[in-house]
């Protein structure tokens, strides 16, 4: 089975998601993981608008990057520029993607408007997901 790490700065809400859209759409074909090169903890914001599409991230828990599975994975995704600057050398032969999101966790204004910029990011995340099927 193909590996995927999905990797972020925090790993709270971006690389979460991602890896909540990837369970439930490939987990017969991938194994998928996320983590951050810090740990944030996972934000309540991500699991409330992931719910919101019946994708249950609760369990999830925020991890630094684990070397040995980055040094397995055919895949790595980047979802911002801090960890795509911070992670450790791509090793060769690796499938390296980069989507350069809007960090959620950063918005401001009223829950609506903050919880607006959370399912805006969502969707982006689940679009980029969808596309790794030809991966």
Partial sequence: MKKIYFLC???SCRSQ????????????????????VEQ???NPRAVRVMAEVGVDISHHRSDLIDEDYFNQCELIVTLCGDARDK????????????????DPARAVGTEEEILTVFRQVRDE?????LKLDKF
Wanted: with cysteine; charged share 25%; proline share 4%.
């Fill in 87 to 102: 992670c450790p050398m791509i090793p060769q032969g690796t499938k390296h993607l980069h989507w350069d999101l809007l």
């Fill in 9 to 11: 700065t925090g790993n």
């Fill in 125 to 129: 995340i689940k679009e980029y997901v």
């Fill in 40 to 42: 944030h903890g996972l």
């Fill in 17 to 36: 998601m991602a890896e909540g859209f990837a369970e439930k759409y490939f987990a017969d074909r991938y194994e998928s993981r996320s983590a951050g």
